[in-house]
Nanobody, 121 residues
Framework: VQLQASGGGLVQAGGSLRLSCAAS????????MGWFRQAPGKEREFVAA????????FYADSVKGRFTISRNNAKNTAYLLMISLKPEDTAVYYC???????????????WGQGTLVTVSS
């Protein structure tokens, strides 16, 4: 499966953005989708994930209550709605896919190219 992330941009603290991850291929609905981010000089970290049916979602503690992951299998697209953004949310955001949930970026098989989110104070 090929993934393409979009929707990043520059936003003021307290603002919101919605990221999209468009997938190609007919097996999108079989994959758990994850969002990760990487800030300059830091390791890539888990942000959120959603199982193939959307029945289970997982979030990093740092984004709980502010970010919402969702998916539309009919559109082969996953989303990450981010509200109450903080400067520390600034990073390149990546979407990724694998068959089962994992919070480790090393265990994901497919990756999008990343989209930059910059939150100004």
């Amino acid at each position: 499966v090929q993934l393409q992330a979009s929707g990043g941009g520059l936003v003021q603290a307290g603002g919101s953005l919605r990221l999209s991850c468009a997938a190609s291929g007919r097996t999108f609905s079989r994959y758990t989708m994850g969002w990760f981010r990487q800030a300059p000089g830091k390791e890539r970290e888990f942000v959120a994930a959603i199982t193939w049916s959307g029945g289970s979602t997982f979030y990093a503690d740092s984004v709980k209550g502010r970010f919402t992951i969702s998916r539309n299998n009919a559109k082969n697209t996953a989303y990450l709605l981010m509200i109450s953004l903080k400067p520390e949310d600034t990073a390149v955001y990546y979407c990724a896919a694998r068959f089962q949930y994992s919070g480790s970026p090393r265990e994901y098989d497919y990756w999008g190219q990343g989209t930059l989110v910059t939150v100004s104070s």
